[in-house]
């Protein structure tokens, strides 16, 4: 079953569609101007909601790690992948239990785990909120990856899906729309990658919901 989340895409997409592109997108003569900006801007805006909903899911489930291991130092199979995939150094352990006289460092952080996790689990959700641009392979790696995510899910077309689409919106979005406008976008093409996007979509969606679990766990 779908969860809340990609049922809102899914809306939000159509909407979109409904605005933007015309109702008959089959035998449509000649693609204007006009009807290549307005497909441009369904380009762009339907790649900022799918970004948008990986990025949600995403937070849902760091959030959920935090939460577990702040109210009862849970630690779940996504608590382990996010520290593990962390760039926190794993210092071993101290020669002795005695507090050195000089306090050079956080002796917390040499001899308890606490602030390690905690660490790694706001790097992630840094990294989520703030440093994410994109859908990319490489994007997907930096998001999935960490949480424990079951990349085999994602086959070869899947990912040269997820690669085309970030083209496509980069060259939307950061050349010149004189050259495309005149080119031509014909809003069938444009309407059919979101529609394959969200195929792709609704089989992580299922990956997500799982990993939500664990984590709550």
């Known amino acids: ?8 895409l899914r809306q939000q997409l159509a909407k979109l569609r409904q605005t933007l592109l015309p109702r008959k997108l089959d035998g449509i003569v000649e693609v204007t101007e006009r009807l290549s900006a307005r497909a441009l801007a369904f380009r762009v805006l339907c790649y900022a909601e799918i970004e948008e909903y990986l990025e949600s899911r995403s937070q849902e489930i ?3 790690i935090s939460t577990r ?3 009862d130092r849970k630690v779940t199979y996504p608590t382990m992948c996010v520290l593990a995939f962390s760039s926190q150094e794993m210092k071993i352990p101290p020669e002795s239990f005695a507090k050195p006289a000089k306090r050079q460092v956080d002796w917390n952080d040499v001899v308890k785990i606490d602030g390690r996790v905690s660490r790694a689990i706001s790097e992630y959700h840094y990294y989520v909120t703030k ?3 994109g859908v990319s ?7 999935l990856i960490p ?7 994602l086959d070869e077309a899947a ?7 970030a083209s496509l919106r980069g060259e939307a979005a950061h050349k010149s729309t004189k050259g495309q ?25 299922d990956e997500f919901t799982r990993l939500l679990k664990a984590a709550n766990a």
């Open 181 to 205: 406008l005149k080119k031509g976008v014909n809003p069938k093409d444009e309407n059919e990658a979101v529609q394959r996007m969200l195929k792709n979509l609704l089989v992580m969606d």
């Open 131 to 133: 440093q994410n641009h």
């Open 69 to 71: 291991w702040k109210d």
């Open 1 to 8: 079953m779908a969860s809340t989340a990609y049922s809102a």
């Open 159 to 165: 990912l040269l899906e997820f690669n085309n689409f």
């Open 62 to 64: 760091s959030a959920a």
């Open 137 to 143: 392979e490489e994007n997907l790696c930096r998001m």
């Open 147 to 153: 949480i424990g995510f079951d990349i085999d899910i």
